[in-house]
């Protein structure tokens, strides 16, 4: 069966305007529902942000709190590292004399006898020394010097040819080699028919030399040493 719609044509435009309103009123409720759940949500949400912040901030203020106290030990750590590689560097940087006095005793030929031997460590090898200049580069010093004597003057040629194996050692150089006679007379050399005796005459020859070294220079000026702050924790 056909419904027939019975209301006037005013009363159903009516009822239609009403229905469409209606309509617009139960959206715009959705709409205000809708809004006010995303609001409750985001509220929700910017609440749990805030709060983690708050932690983390306050996290951030204890560990700040903690790396105060433990700067001062940190402080000491880092004068300990400087201290040590000081140490290591000055350690490199020394001049090994005991080495170089045992090398010294091994190349001394049996002729030879030491009457002197004096050494000295150059202004430039000291620690906290400057570089030398391009002026003073090539000018040698005589740090260690050898005053002796031998037999002849070959001995004296050998002992220089020694000494320039010597690692720590270089620019050796003779100052001066001088040879001396020294006559002697010892016992009888017998008795002849008339009863006389006599003296033989021996005569020795000597070398008196003075013979100089430079130490070998540093690749790299040794540190200087400066005396640090004691720091309270």
Request: hydrophobic residues 40%; glycine residues 6%.
């Amino acid at each position: 069966m056909k419904r027939i719609n019975l209301l006037p044509p005013e009363a159903r435009v009516k009822a239609s305007r009403e229905r469409g309103l209606l309509y617009v009123i139960v959206l715009l409720g959705v709409v205000v529902v809708a809004l006010f759940l995303g609001y409750m949500w985001q509220n929700s949400v910017a609440t749990s942000k805030q709060s983690e912040l708050d932690q983390v901030t306050s996290q951030a203020n204890t560990v700040e709190q903690q790396a105060a106290q433990l700067r001062p030990y940190a402080q000491i750590q880092t004068e300990r590292t400087l201290m040590t590689q000081t140490a290591r560097a000055l350690y490199d940087a020394r001049v090994p004399w005991s080495t170089i006095l045992e090398e010294i005793s091994l190349v001394i030929p049996e002729s030879v006898r030491l009457q002197s031997l004096t050494c000295a460590v150059p202004g430039t090898m000291l620690p906290g020394a400057a570089a030398a200049s391009t002026q003073t580069a090539g000018a040698t010093t005589a740090d260690v010097t050898f005053t002796g004597s031998t037999l002849n003057h070959d001995d004296v040629a050998e002992f220089m040819t020694r000494l320039g194996l010597i690692p720590q050692l270089t620019n050796v150089q003779l100052v001066s080699s001088a040879a001396q006679t020294a006559t002697s007379s010892s016992g009888t050399s017998g008795s002849t028919s008339t009863g006389s005796s006599g003296t033989a005459a021996s005569t020795t020859e000597t070398v008196t030399f003075t013979v100089t070294a430079s130490l070998r220079p540093y690749l790299t000026a040794p540190p200087k040493t400066v005396a640090s702050k004691g720091v309270t924790p």
